[in-house]
């Protein structure tokens, strides 16, 4: 009962540095989702996917890149780490079946960019 | 960006009290969400909620989805230890992909 998995737990960044945050579901879920959750705030969307080789603008895209080549993987990638971006990164998905399957989440990446 | 208006926004329980948290907004949400969510630990669906007025347990949790569909409420009744932890709401919109939109949380505390 895997569900969804995300690595790295934890990462310090610096400054001006990449690194790709990676997300796997083993429930065959269609949709993928990245949330950022800020100190005291709820999530808010960054990228979502409704399937392999589609991917959308969230409510904070800005800074963040995604893919989706395969149903199971959605990696976020963050080209030049700035400050504003330290937070907690939580990956979910959903099943297609029904209109409003609710969507699960992993344990998330906690990431601090110095 | 949109939000949902979650309040309180922390409360402290004494084991065996009933607790009750409310989320509001200005917008007309098709589905609301209940998930809890522990230190290190991503959300965890609690309740979901899928038409008006509808009224849905879970063990000692008992969440409604709001007639006018811009609301929902939380209760759980005889806390115990193992309900400290932030509790959040999320509505979503009808056609939207899913996409949720959060509300702050309800940080639930033992009483010292």
């Known amino acids: 009962n895997a569900g969804v998995t995300q690595t790295p737990k934890f990462r310090i960044l610096k400054i001006g540095q990449s690194m790709t945050l990676q997300c796997t579901q083993d429930?065959?879920?269609?949709?993928m989702y990245w949330y950022r959750q800020d100190p005291g705030m709820g999530l808010k969307l960054i990228y979502y996917s409704v399937g392999a080789g589609i991917t959308d603008k969230g409510e904070v895209p800005n800074g963040y890149n995604v893919s989706r080549s395969t149903t199971e993987d959605f990696p976020l990638r963050l080209e030049l780490a700035a400050p504003s971006q330290t937070s907690v990164y939580f990956c979910a998905s959903r099943d297609q079946g029904a209109f409003n399957q609710p969507q699960h989440f992993g344990d998330g990446t906690r990431l601090s960019i110095l | 960006g949109q939000q949902l208006n979650q309040s309180p926004q922390s409360m402290f329980i004494q084991e065996g009290e009933d607790v009750s948290m409310n989320c509001t907004s200005s917008?007309?949400?098709?589905?609301w969400l209940w998930y809890k969510q522990d230190p290190g630990e991503g959300p965890v669906l609690l309740i979901a909620l899928y038409k008006a007025g509808e009224l849905t347990s879970n063990g000692r949790l008992t969440a409604q989805f709001g007639i006018t569909r811009k609301d929902s409420f939380l209760n759980i009744s005889a806390s115990i230890p193992s309900d400290v932890g932030i509790y959040f709401c999320a509505g979503q919109f009808s056609g939207s992909q899913g996409n949720l939109i959060f509300g702050k949380g309800t940080k639930l505390s033992v009483k010292p």
């Open positions: 429930m065959n879920h269609n949709y």
């Open positions: 917008s007309i949400f098709n589905t």
